[in-house]
């Protein structure tokens, strides 16, 4: 979506653009794609005359997101950390913890992630990685309800489509990206 620059060098015209995923694709990860996207954005120069062969990054992750712990929480547990999380990460982790850019997408979180939430979401640490602590803000039991629903989101991703693998109601109706 940015606007490209022309210009001569030595008398040869170069085109230079700035590409990424651009526009409303970024804000979408499909299933697949992994926890977060491949580096795409990118400076491209075109010159005329030029041969160089543009190489394409990898695309696409083997392994759809599923949730990797089990964790017992009610319907109204999950429901609670749907609404904390849309009032506390989403705009970092995407709606609907569906991350559309560098920040990891909480769908695919590791065993040993979630093993470390709390420490991670209460006690800071990934801090110096651009995680805040949210100590101020959230109790260790709304950071569980957090997880709940993060979970419950991983397993409606990784549930083929038309399943009823649906942890609130809102799942129920919405896309299991
Ligand atoms: C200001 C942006 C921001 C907000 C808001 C935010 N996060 Fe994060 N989060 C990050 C970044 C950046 C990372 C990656 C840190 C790293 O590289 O280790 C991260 C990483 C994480 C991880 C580790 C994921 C992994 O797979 O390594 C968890 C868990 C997490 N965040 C949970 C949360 C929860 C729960 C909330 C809401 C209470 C939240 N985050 C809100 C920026 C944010």
């Given at each position: 979506?940015?606007?490209?620059?022309?210009?001569?060098?030595?008398?040869v015209?170069?085109?230079?653009?700035?590409?990424?995923?651009?526009?409303?694709?970024?804000?979408?990860?499909?299933?697949?794609m992994?926890?977060?996207?491949?580096?795409?954005?990118?400076i491209?120069?075109?010159?005329?005359?030029?041969?160089?062969?543009?190489?394409?990054?990898?695309?696409?992750?083997?392994?759809?997101?599923?949730?990797?712990?089990?964790?017992?929480?009610?319907?109204?547990?999950?429901?609670?950390?749907?609404?904390?999380?849309?009032?506390?990460?989403?705009?970092?982790?995407?709606?609907?913890?569906?991350?559309?850019?560098?920040?990891?997408d909480?769908?695919?979180?590791?065993?040993?992630?979630?093993?470390?939430?709390?420490?991670?979401?209460l006690?800071?640490?990934?801090?110096?990685?651009g995680?805040?602590?949210?100590?101020?803000?959230?109790?260790?039991?709304?950071?569980?309800?957090?997880?709940?629903?993060?979970?419950?989101?991983?397993?409606?991703?990784?549930?083929?489509?038309g399943?009823?693998?649906?942890?609130?109601?809102?799942?129920?109706?919405?896309?299991?990206?």
């Amino acid at each position: 979506m940015a606007p490209p620059v022309t210009y001569l060098v030595g008398g040869v015209q170069h085109i230079t653009v700035m590409v990424g995923w651009g526009g409303g694709a970024g804000l979408i990860n499909p299933p697949g794609m992994g926890p977060t996207k491949p580096g795409f954005g990118r400076i491209l120069t075109f010159a005329i005359g030029g041969n160089a062969k543009l190489e394409v990054p990898p695309f696409g992750h083997k392994r759809p997101p599923s949730p990797a712990i089990r964790m017992k929480a009610s319907r109204e547990t999950v429901r609670q950390g749907k609404f904390l999380y849309a009032a506390f990460c989403f705009t970092c982790h995407g709606v609907d913890a569906v991350a559309g850019s560098g920040i990891p997408d909480l769908r695919y979180a590791s065993a040993e992630v979630h093993q470390q939430f709390e420490a991670i979401v209460l006690g800071g640490a990934r801090e110096s990685r651009g995680m805040p602590s949210f100590k101020d803000l959230l109790k260790a039991e709304q950071v569980r309800a957090i997880q709940a629903y993060v979970l419950s989101r991983a397993a409606a991703s990784a549930a083929p489509p038309g399943s009823k693998v649906a942890a609130t109601p809102s799942q129920a109706a919405g896309t299991p990206h």
